[in-house]
């Protein structure tokens, strides 16, 4: 992988050395061509993470327009941590626009448009964003909640030029109150996904564990209080319930208590609430905070006591970020990071009319704010990977039952799964304080 140093100035100041930022080469001109070669951050095919289902209309010959190339497209992903190559949040959206490049390109070493990956630290993102807008990016991507207020100062401050320059911004997972009439929020509606685990998992303990009550048992924590975390918990309480209501006999039962305060950082305090968590007794564990999904399977794969346990990811198919474990993994509850970048972009920037009409369905209010569910293949669940090859198919085929009865829930049932509320007439959560009363209330529901 090749990097750059770029030294940047700040105006009215004179020259400054900052903090230096890790851009990829990307794809370099060949000037005999016009075409761009492969940026060296490329993810091949057999390597990528995401499910993307894919437009036939976009192809080499559609991006070579009169009306395309007078856009004189530049393609910049800004990370807020971490890698394009991080095998999760990062990859997703990078192997969206890896898949455009290749849809577009005349040859493997010819690409229709240069694709550049910035790495900036917390105090360099004013900074990434300038210079990427200063060097003719006109598709910013944006991926990460830690964008949200960086970008919000940097468009106030910068909007006449963005204007001019029409530069498409897109925020991944979070939204910003922002008239920039170019800017796209793309969130997710992970409580549809997460109500198929719940379901799923109830259904799948209950083959195994038919004859056994006391292994039929979930236990999952959260990093923090928040909907980005809690809408993977309520959800998946909604969907044992809805398991439990349609099978009084084999119902599942969940650890007494949730922690929502592991936080986002693999130390103590979040090592401690794993191992409270795997000392529950379930037989499935699911850790909504970070890196302790990770941390969570170390802790399964190193104690014997816990090697009958299966894990659930989050974000994108952990599965293959840790393929040496792969396994323990029942499934993951998926934000499908790629298919949302790359449905808005065609649908914004290449003007495809297909993809235009699909994302017009989910818009929400007037400002361009995207919420895609599991019938927008926004969100949804990963394969399974379980070691055993039976009880993976039990597994999988647990999964399909719960997508079939996903798909067979009213439009009005459908809504409350969505909705921050433990009963359809129960006052929607709002605050920190609300959101854990609304999770202890489902999983007093869940354990009736």
């Not at 809805?242 to 599942?252: I, R, S, V």
């Not at 609430?273 to 699911?286: D, E, F, S």
Request: glycine share 6%; charged share 20%.
């Amino acid at each position: 992988m090749q990097f750059k140093k770029i030294l940047l100035s700040m105006s009215g100041i004179g020259s400054l050395l900052v903090p230096a930022i890790a851009v990829s080469c990307g794809g370099s001109q060949t000037p005999e061509s016009g075409y761009h070669r492969r940026d060296g951050d490329y993810v091949a095919t057999s390597e990528r993470v995401a499910a993307l289902t894919t437009n036939s209309t976009l192809t080499h010959d559609y991006v070579q327009s009169d009306a395309i190339k007078a856009k004189k497209l530049k393609f910049t992903l800004i990370t807020d941590t971490g890698n394009v190559t991080d095998k999760s949040f990062n990859q997703s959206a990078w192997e969206a626009l890896n898949a455009i490049g290749d849809q577009t390109q005349k040859s493997d070493r010819e690409q229709s448009f240069e694709f550049v990956t910035v790495k900036p630290t917390k105090s360099t993102y004013q900074q990434s964003y300038s210079t990427a807008v200063d060097t003719g990016t006109n598709v910013l991507v944006l991926p990460g909640f830690a964008h949200g207020n960086e970008i919000k100062k940097f468009i106030e401050q910068n909007i006449a030029k963005l204007r001019q320059n029409k530069v498409v911004i897109i925020g991944i997972d979070f939204t910003v109150d922002t008239d920039y009439e170019y800017f796209y929020a793309l969130n997710f509606d992970v409580n549809q996904a997460s109500w198929q685990l719940g379901y799923a998992l109830s259904k799948y303990l209950s083959t195994e564990y038919a004859n056994a009550p006391e292994s039929r048992k979930l236990a999952t924590l959260g990093g923090g209080a928040f909907f980005g975390v809690t809408d993977f918990i309520t959800g998946y309480l909604k969907g044992i319930k809805a398991w439990n209501d349609a099978n009084p006999t084999l119902k599942t039962k969940h650890a007494e208590s949730i922690n929502l305060n592991a936080g986002f950082e693999a130390n103590d305090a979040q090592n401690s609430a794993i191992t409270n968590m795997l000392g529950t007794g379930a037989k499935i564990v699911y850790p909504v905070a970070g890196p302790a999904t990770t941390q969570t399977v170390q802790s399964v794969t190193s104690n014997e006591a816990y090697r009958d346990k299966l894990v659930v990811g989050v974000d994108v198919d952990q599965s293959k970020a840790i393929p040496s474990s792969s396994g323990y993994f029942a499934t993951s509850v998926l934000k499908n990071i790629a298919q949302a970048t790359y449905d808005i972009i065609l649908a914004k920037v290449f003007g495809i009319q297909a993809l235009e009409t699909k994302i017009s369905a989910f818009k929400q209010g007037t400002k361009n704010n995207y919420y895609g569910g599991f019938a927008e293949g926004w969100v949804g669940l990963a394969p399974s990977t379980i070691a055993d090859t039976a009880k993976r198919a039990v597994m999988q085929a647990a999964i399909e039952e719960a997508k079939t009865k996903f798909n067979a829930l009213s439009a009005e049932e459908k809504k409350f799964v969505s909705e921050p509320k433990a009963t359809k007439d129960a006052q929607a959560a709002t605050d920190e304080n609300s959101i854990k009363t609304l999770v202890d209330a489902l999983l007093n529901l869940v354990n009736q």
